[in-house]
């Protein structure tokens, strides 16, 4: 087990190396030169002062030792300086960072509070009214893509009914009410998606669940269908749940970053937009290092969750 | 009712020669079609509509011209109702939203279908390989695939676009296979693995034949199915990927037709005039949605069939 966990971290790190690596190149291969960045058209005439530009930002080094020193200092946490504002990368992210998150907690938060219910009932009531009703907005939620979602969430709480703000983003510190507002409409936008997927996963796992003879055992007992559901049945489903949330961080993160362009919010996903609009590349490089971490760190927890939780994995892995 | 209809097609199938099996299995896909619910029925004919519109949107009689701008010329108005010249209305810049959402479908259906083609191809191949041969080419080809999958996709689509410049239709399908078709090959290598356990590749073994024969004769028409069958989960997946990518404003260029970028012009005015944004978020929901009714629908028939052998 030890020894898994190890393999587990060793691909961890391998995978982070190979996409900052590969970012970096893409980077340097495609068109687009830093310079222009760095110092306006009409000011790139002089070339001695164009010459101490590169020189200054090491844009004249082999790639292979930018991207070494890049390495050497992201290792103590310096993603290095934008090249259009000059602040430090790592600044901006620790910055940015808490309302991208905050808004991908409260989805998979939202999603969960409507999946699991509708989940459970759903398999309880398998091939009944209830389930094929359900089954069918779950079909149509898995259908929205998450701007359409939005929009018509902002035509008719923002626009129409005027309950949240269209748009902007209160931080926390304004206090908790502000806040909450802001964050209501993007993280809905997110969650009816996901509830629709979560959903669909809880109940095809229950459906199997509720057929083990250890459910049958317990309404012989005469336990009422409810505690039987949640208490029982609810547990041994939550598997495949667990791994889906964990894979989900993925298209969330994809999400949130369609979410801050239309509801305008400044968190992580909107500072990528920018910077690649500006060709930022520092700030880019660092922002796609951080999200793949994220995503890898988050599945490399659930796998290992899943060894502890089923030893069964453990042997045939 | 369905019974009596498969008995129907019992006592009309004639048995004996070789063309009667043929005739038989069109009958069975007949009574499978016949058996399916309303609601896809609605679905695949949509399907089928759309993807004919798209494909005919140039010969289709009376159909408006998707960038002609009425209200320069004099002949139109911006933000128009449904009328008998505009069916559905004309937009904030006084286009027919009619043509428009049909040649943006040509756009949404190119886009899928080259990315789903890509993907069935190198997942079929690469899947293929790597479930049948494991050991060290196995390892390399997933641990580049885990790389891939890990790598934030929309991300990467957004900034290769946007360096590039140059936003042509061919280049954002070009730029999005190379996102596409690791998932493919999971699946493919995951079939892969599946069918080289089974008796036929075992036996195939046995009687000396060579790993390059196995690959091609056993291996991939087994893979194949599979991989075709998540290409299909895919097409809902790419266009709500290139609608996402219209309505950021790095699909396909302005003033080209396409749906995302349709509901991206009509956001500006939504409170001026609903419709433009519904159109298109409708077509688009529909579309997205029958696809996925029909995998569910596929699913759940060749679900019922293994069950029955």
Redesign the interface.
């Known amino acids: 087990m030890p020894k898994m966990i190890a393999s587990r971290l060793l ?1 961890l790190v ?2 982070l190396l ?2 900052s690596f ?1 970012t970096f190149v ?1 980077v340097n291969v ?3 030169d830093a310079i222009n960045a760095l110092i306006p058209i009409d000011a790139q005439q002089d070339q001695e002062f164009v010459e101490q530009v590169r020189e200054e930002w090491g844009l004249n080094d082999p790639m292979l030792v930018r991207y070494g020193r890049w390495l050497g200092d992201a290792v103590t946490g310096d993603l290095g300086d934008s090249i259009v504002t000059g602040q430090p990368v790592t600044a901006e992210i620790t910055h940015r960072l808490p309302i991208t998150l905050e808004i991908m907690f409260v989805a998979v938060g939202l999603s969960l509070l409507l999946a699991v219910p509708l989940g459970v009932f759903s398999a309880y009531r398998e091939g009944k009214r209830p389930d094929r009703v359900i089954s069918g907005f779950a ?2 939620g ?7 979602t939005g ?2 969430l ?2 008719i709480f923002a ?1 129409k009914l005027n309950w949240f703000p269209a748009t902007g983003w209160n931080r926390l510190s304004n206090g908790l009410g502000p806040n909450l507002k802001t964050v209501a409409l993007p993280a809905m936008s997110l969650a009816i998606t996901e509830a629709a997927v979560y959903t669909r996963v809880l109940r095809s796992d229950m459906i199997i669940t509720l057929k083990e003879n250890y459910i049958l055992s317990a309404r012989a007992k005469g336990l009422t269908d409810r505690f039987v559901l949640f208490r029982h049945g609810l547990r041994p489903s939550l598997l495949t749940l667990v791994t889906v949330v964990g894979l989900s961080v ?1 298209t969330l ?2 999400g949130t ?2 979410v801050e ?1 239309l509801f305008a919010i400044p968190g992580i996903g909107k500072r ?2 920018s910077a ?2 500006q ?1 930022d590349f520092m700030m ?1 490089q660092g ?2 290092v951080l ?2 971490a994220f ?2 760190i988050i ?1 490399t927890l659930v796998d290992v969750a899943y060894m502890v939780v089923d030893p069964r994995i453990r042997r045939t892995n | 009712m369905s019974e009596s209809a498969a008995l129907d097609v019992a006592e009309h199938q004639p048995t004996g020669d070789g063309d009667s099996v043929s005739a038989g299995r069109v009958a069975s896909v007949l009574v499978v079609l016949k058996q399916m619910p309303w609601l896809t029925k609605f679905c695949v004919t949509w399907l089928i509509l759309l993807v004919s519109a798209a494909i005919f949107a140039d010969v289709i009689p009376g159909l408006a011209n998707p960038d002609y701008q009425g209200f320069i010329f004099g002949d139109g108005k911006t933000n128009d109702g449904p009328s008998a010249r505009h069916w559905l209305g004309t937009d904030n810049v006084s286009r027919d939203i009619l043509a428009r959402l049909i040649y943006g479908a040509r756009v949404s259906l190119i886009f899928a279908v080259s990315g789903v083609a890509v993907g069935v191809t190198v997942g079929c191949i690469l899947g293929s390989i790597s479930g049948f041969l494991r050991g060290f080419v196995d390892t390399s080809v997933m ?1 580049f695939v ?2 891939m ?8 689509l ?3 676009t ?4 140059a936003r042509g239709l061919f280049i954002l399908c070009a730029v999005t296979a190379i996102f596409v078709w690791p998932r493919f090959t999971r699946v493919g290598r995951a079939t892969a693995i599946t069918v080289s356990g089974q008796d036929f590749v075992s036996a195939a073994k046995a009687i000396g034949t060579s790993r390059r024969r196995i690959l091609l004769r056993e291996i991939l028409p087994n893979v194949f199915p599979a991989v075709l069958a998540y290409g299909l989960v895919s097409m ?1 997946i790419l266009i ?1 990927l290139e ?2 990518l219209s ?2 404003g790095l699909g396909v260029e302005i003033p080209t037709a396409s749906w ?1 970028g349709m ?1 991206a012009q009509a ?1 500006q005015d ?2 001026i005039n ?1 419709w433009p ?1 519904i159109w298109p ?1 409708v077509t ?2 529909l579309t ?2 029958s696809f ?2 029909l995998v ?1 629908w596929l699913r759940a028939q060749t679900a019922v069939r293994s069950a029955a052998v």
């Open positions: 691909r391998l995978t190979t996409v590969a893409m495609l068109p687009g079909q149509l898995l259908s929205m893509p998450v701007f359409v929009l018509i902002i035509y626009l993925g993160i994809g970053l369609v362009f990528i937009f690649i609009y060709r880019v922002i796609t999200i793949t995503y890898v599945n | 641990a885990d790389v999958l890990s790598f934030p996709a929309l991300v990467g957004l900034f290769v946007t360096l590039l410049e809902a709500i609608s996402t309505f950021l995302g509901i956001r939504l409170l609903v944004a978020s688009l929901l997205v949605y996925n009714n569910d």
